[in-house]
């Protein structure tokens, strides 16, 4: 489906923007069911934090009217939403009261092997590390070279997402996905606040797992307590939840909250 | 002057750059005086080697000749290039066989007030940190929110620039300079191994330095090392070198070995 710059349909873009030369911009792909733009209160609310942290100059209504029109347009999809702090001259320094720039554009339905979801997956040992940056941690920014490297560093079938650690060794996150781990019960996810993006399947899962009485942790992972899980998996909003087989020498099967929150995240990309 | 993509006029880009999705991709900003492209080997040199650290497909005998003939046109002024891993789709997996993209882009020369060559610059003192990636340290790739935000920290004319420390608090460089200090006759810059960038004019200075018998080092810089010097100096390949006069409660005089490197800068700026 045609792209839309700024509401107009447009398949370019000014070489000055800031996206372009800085990667100064912020970034949703949203799942698109039946022209519905799915968790899209939860997109808005990170783009909006985002948006806020980076201070741009954003009118988030009409950014959602025209998120909405598109998505019904699109019909069944993935739409990706680009925010940038639009054009500028040479140099680091922004005019704040320079309009974000709105860029929309619509994939069709991710085409994932149906076994990830019903088998489970392999995570790919990534050696590249995520840097610490608190002032960027969370947000779904533009600056994705790390990701760029890590998801070069493994090809072909046998790895369907690769795990990334940070600079001091702790899980954080898959390379497109967040993880969890079940221990005992309790449902663990990383603390995101050094780095990471806090994905928004992520959130709702915490949300809905709260809701029904499990016990959730967001906090520091180490390699040991990954390998000592009693399930694992990895989720986001394209593709909902994926279990965890296996990572390095660790082994897991797929557990009973695994499947449990892959059919409520299966339901809400259905909806 | 109109911008080149690929070898042609253009002033837009397509919607699937990687440099706009992820920052995929590097710049180099160059002088040019008389149409001749200022330390052009240097810049060429930093160029290939990001383009081999990130696995771009790029042809440098074509970037390089069509770089000297935009500089040719624009004459007198900065050309900015950019080499993005090109067009993809959704995901971070590159087709390894995707060439790079090339973008010229002209602007006047740069109009720095007079005085901060002349008199000196003081620093603001940037709170954001550089975080430490040992994978992208020194290249002048197009992830740069950590130059955005800090630029963002001050406004107005008291400060030309802001000096920048990494998550560990080492002393590392300015928002778009590097920076040298000399002391006890010893010319000291950054270790660029763990973040920042490794600026064309520090290696030129560096090399310059070295040919008079100057000794020099590489190295970790405190804070405390920075109180202490006897001359500090921030440098790029645009302006030169600025003396530094003052950055917190710290006071430095203009010194006589920044004096020296300040007219090589200027004389190979004006070649």
Redesign the interface.
């Known amino acids: 489906m045609e ?1 839309w ?1 700024d509401g107009q349909p ?16 912020l ?1 949703e ?1 949203i799942a698109v069911h039946g022209g519905t733009p799915v968790l899209l209160e939860r997109h808005l609310q990170r783009l909006e934090a985002g948006c806020r942290r ?2 741009f100059n954003v009118d988030m209504r009409v950014l959602s009217a025209e998120l909405i029109a598109y998505a019904q347009n699109l019909d069944n999809g ?1 739409l ?1 939403l ?1 925010v ?2 639009g054009d500028s ?6 005019d704040p009261s320079t309009p974000a720039r709105r ?1 929309l ?1 619509g ?1 069709p339905p ?1 085409a994932y092997p149906a076994i990830h979801a019903k088998q489970g997956v392999r995570l790919f040992p990534c050696t ?2 995520l ?3 608190p ?2 941690a969370g947000l779904k ?12 560093e493994w ?1 072909g079938i046998e790895y369907a997402e690769g795990l990334m650690l940070d ?1 001091s060794g702790r899980v954080i996150e898959g ?2 996905s967040n993880l969890f781990l079940v221990h005992d019960g309790v449902l663990l996810t990383a603390d995101l606040s050094r780095c990471g993006v806090a994905g928004v399947m992520r959130a709702e899962l915490l949300f809905q797992a709260k809701s029904q009485g499990i016990a959730t942790q967001i906090t520091d992972i180490s390699l040991e307590q990954l390998h000592q899980a009693d399930e694992v998996f990895v989720c986001n909003s394209v593709y909902g939840v994926w279990p965890v087989l296996g990572y390095g020498s660790a082994r897991w099967s797929v557990g009973p909250l695994t499947r449990k929150l892959q059919t409520l995240a299966r339901t809400l990309l259905d909806a």
Do not use: C
């Not at 001259?89 to 922004?94: E, M, P, V």
């Not at 920014?141 to 070069?152: T, Y």
């Open positions: 792209s710059v447009a398949d370019v873009l000014s070489l000055k923007d800031r996206g372009l030369a800085y990667g100064d911009g970034f792909t980076l201070a993935v990706k680009i940038t702090r001259l040479r140099g680091y320094a922004a860029i554009q994939s991710a590249v590390r840097s610490e940056q002032l960027l920014h533009l600056n994705r070279l790390e990701q760029v490297l890590a998801r070069a090809s600079t390379v497109f």
